[in-house]
């Protein structure tokens, strides 16, 4: 009796097709759940703040800042040459400049790329030098030393013509 139905295959399951397209399945799972924890793990987005309160209660110390700025009539211009940037600042009130200014040239995408640049009164002007600063996009936010008054602007780097601050 030769039974087609009955008859077996004489290879080992390991050399057979449908188990490992059986065993692919839930192994392509499991390898990406690995690879998943591995990115979550060793990397840092920095987009989530463990300190929202404080962050919180610096936007509205920001708000206010540049509420000051706004009164004071503050507006500037912002050149490169090529690593360093001049500052042009106006003011409509009358106002007692300082001598040093804080530049803080933002990335939109990672806080690691950030750049703090101190910008020193030379006359009637304010130079400083960008060191490190890749091309693309940047948040600029301009403040003087005691944090009073704050000017917010973006732009693309390398500066292909001047940057406007504005309150």
């Not at 009955?6 to 050399?15: E, G, Q």
């Not at 929202?52 to 040459?81: C, D, F, P, V, W």
Request: charged content about 20%; aromatic content about 8%; cysteine-free.
């Amino acid at each position: 009796m030769n039974n087609p139905a009955m008859s077996l295959d004489p290879r080992p399951w390991y050399r057979q097709l449908w188990p490992w397209l059986i065993i692919s399945m839930p192994l392509t799972a499991v390898l990406a759940g690995a690879a998943t924890w591995y990115l979550a793990w060793h990397s840092n987005d920095g987009l989530v703040a463990d300190d929202y309160y404080k962050q919180g209660m610096e936007i509205n110390r920001s708000l206010a800042s540049q509420e000051t700025a706004r009164q004071l009539g503050l507006s500037g211009t912002l050149r490169q040459r090529g690593r360093e940037v001049v500052l042009h600042l106006e003011a409509e009130r009358e106002i007692t400049f300082p001598q040093r200014l804080n530049l803080h040239v933002v990335s939109p995408v990672k806080a690691g790329l950030d750049r703090d640049i101190e910008l020193r009164r030379e006359g009637g002007e304010y130079r400083g030098v960008l060191e490190g600063l890749s091309a693309g996009h940047w948040k600029l936010i301009l403040e003087d030393q005691g944090g009073t008054w704050k000017l917010i602007a973006s732009g693309v780097f390398p500066l292909a013509s001047v940057l406007d601050f504005k309150s």
